[in-house]
């Protein structure tokens, strides 16, 4: 009996001496690597595939021009947290996340903002994205994205970036539900030349093929619209031809209202 307790009081001996052991050397490596110093910044770029507003060296540059790049500092001042924060300030980078090596290499993953579509105002070009963000166009970049022109019924000034309120925040939605449809139909995507805001809030659309002017209308019904549009592309231009309308208008149900060229206050309806 005496010879098991001495064994066991040895064995747990050695697990605390061990445990002792491994406790001392996680804190002095802790220590030791607080005090190494940041040498590098390596950066990946989520979404780069898709968009390129902002490159590696873009990041780089904007972290070491800043007050708190980490470069030189030891790792326990390096605040990762203030490096997201300066970095999402950018209107083109949607997040950010930082975190710092073992070995003194800061490494940065960024995530772009995906554009819907781009607004023409007064007050210059912007893009929309996908959550209704609204940023300013990008000069070294171009997002192949449906342009909307006109009458913009959202207050916008030069620099504006964030999500407007209230009944621009509500255009903005409507105008977003019809990106996210022309994305997912790529070959309506590929026909809409130009969308153009009427002064009375309709929408135009203006196509690559025909110079039919489009009025959608409200951004209403979208799928049903399209629909009528298909059905005057299959079944009505192949039988009067493409010359013989100058203007398609899609707002009223069960009617395609299509105006005779260069004869004013005449109209063909055609039932659907």
Request: glycine residues 6%.
């Amino acid at each position: 009996m005496l010879k098991k307790t001495v064994t066991y009081l040895l064995m747990a001996l050695v697990l605390i001496i061990f445990g002792g052991y491994f406790a001392a050397a996680s804190i002095l490596a802790r220590k030791g690597g607080e005090k190494e110093l940041c040498t590098g910044i390596s950066v990946t770029i989520a979404d780069s595939s898709v968009n390129r507003f902002v490159s590696g060296q873009d990041i780089q540059d904007i972290i070491t021009s800043s007050g708190i790049s980490p470069l030189g500092r030891r790792r326990a001042e390096v605040n990762l947290h203030d490096i997201e924060t300066l970095l999402e300030s950018r209107s083109a980078i949607k997040s950010s996340e930082a975190s710092i090596s073992r070995d003194g290499n800061l490494r940065i993953t960024v995530t772009q903002r995906r554009p819907v579509l781009r607004i023409q105002t007064p007050a210059g070009a912007f893009y929309v994205d996908d959550t209704g963000y609204i940023f300013p166009w990008v000069s070294t970049f171009t997002s192949y994205v449906p342009v909307i022109s006109g009458h913009i019924p959202v207050r916008l000034e030069e620099g504006y970036r964030g999500v407007p309120e209230q009944s621009d925040r509500k255009w903005i939605e409507r105008i977003i539900s019809l990106a996210s449809y022309l994305g997912s139909h790529p070959a309506w995507n590929a026909q809409i030349q130009q969308i153009y805001v009427e002064s009375n809030g309709d929408l135009v659309f203006y196509n690559v093929i025909g110079d039919q002017k489009i009025i959608f209308g409200a951004v209403d019904d979208i799928a049903y619209k399209f629909e009528k549009l298909r059905i005057f592309y299959n079944s009505i231009v192949p039988v009067y031809g493409w010359e013989r309308y100058s203007a398609v208008n899609l707002k009223f149900s069960d009617q395609i209202i299509c105006t005779l060229r260069d004869k004013k206050d005449i109209r063909k309806s055609a039932a659907i």
